[in-house]
Nanobody
Framework: QVQLVESGGGLVQAGGSLRLSCAAS????????MGWFRQAPGKEREFVAA??????YYAASMKGRFTISTDNAKNTAYLQMNSLKPEDTAVYYC?????????????????WGQGTQVTVSS
């Protein structure tokens, strides 16, 4: 079992930045692919970014603005979000899965956090 706890969400103005954290516990963090997804009200869950074996993957609309990273010593994954837009408003979830899971398929991830709210005002 892996437990994931997100933090770092909040209210920010358009053009601002936030860094989300995902603290993992329960198993060796480095053995998993980590992903970030988001879900806005009335919309389906959407892939944001993932990382496996230090290789990052991004959704096209986030590439260049968002950066995913991990700190294995701290068992923590991060999502640095810059140049935020109102359409980035959503609940952001981190997920962990087998290394082959890295990518946009949410069903490939085994563990999920509870989510953290990000609100971008115009």
């Amino acid at each position: 079992q892996v437990q994931l706890v997100e933090s770092g969400g909040g209210l920010v103005q358009a053009g601002g930045s936030l860094r989300l954290s995902c603290a993992a516990s329960g198993r060796t963090f480095s053995g998993y692919a980590m992903g970030w997804f988001r879900q806005a009200p009335g919309k389906e869950r959407e892939f944001v970014a993932a990382i496996s074996r230090t290789i990052p993957y991004y959704a096209a609309s986030m590439k260049g603005r968002f950066t995913i990273s991990t700190d294995n010593a701290k068992n923590t994954a991060y999502l640095q979000m810059n140049s935020l837009k109102p359409e980035d408003t959503a609940v952001y979830y981190c997920a962990a899965g087998p290394k082959g899971a890295a990518g946009p398929n949410a069903a490939a991830y085994d563990y999920w956090g509870q989510g953290t709210q990000v609100t971008v005002s115009s």
